[in-house]
């Protein structure tokens, strides 16, 4: 079992950055991704970035956010970071972070993952 804490969420105004966090511990080595993913009220969730913890840590970004976030990752803490530059209102939800251990078809996917964290709001203001 694996869990999962955010942090580092808040309120900024449009333009501001924050960099938001994700813990893991548990049974991590199995980990294969880590992705972080949003959920605005009235909405689906919806991904944001990932990034594989083996074969080289190749990362993927949402359109909605290349550019202006970045995913990264310290193994040697098992945390996820989420860097959260040029922030615009319709970026306000709550973020998750979540990890895959068993492939289920696509990265992107929420359905893909096998453990989530709690989330985190982000509230960005005009």
């Known amino acids: 079992q694996v869990q999962l804490v955010e942090s580092g969420g808040g309120l900024v105004q449009a333009g501001g950055s924050l960099r938001l966090s994700c813990a893991a511990s548990?049974?991590?080595?199995?980990?294969?991704?880590m992705g972080w993913f949003r959920q605005a009220p009235g909405k689906e969730r919806e991904f944001v970035a990932s990034?594989?913890?083996?074969?080289?840590?190749?990362?993927d970004y949402a359109d909605s956010v290349k550019g202006r976030f970045t995913i990264s990752t310290d193994n040697a803490k098992s945390t996820v970071y989420l860097q959260m530059n040029s922030l615009k209102p319709q970026d306000t939800a709550v973020y998750y972070c979540?990890?895959?251990?068993?492939?289920?078809?696509?990265?992107?996917?929420?359905?893909?993952?096998?453990?989530w964290g709690q989330g985190t709001q982000v509230t960005v203001s005009s």
């Open positions: 548990g049974r991590t080595f199995r980990t294969y991704v």
């Open positions: 979540a990890a895959l251990q068993s492939y289920r078809g696509s990265y992107s996917l929420p359905a893909s993952y096998d453990y």
């Open positions: 990034i594989a913890c083996r074969s080289g840590g190749d990362t």
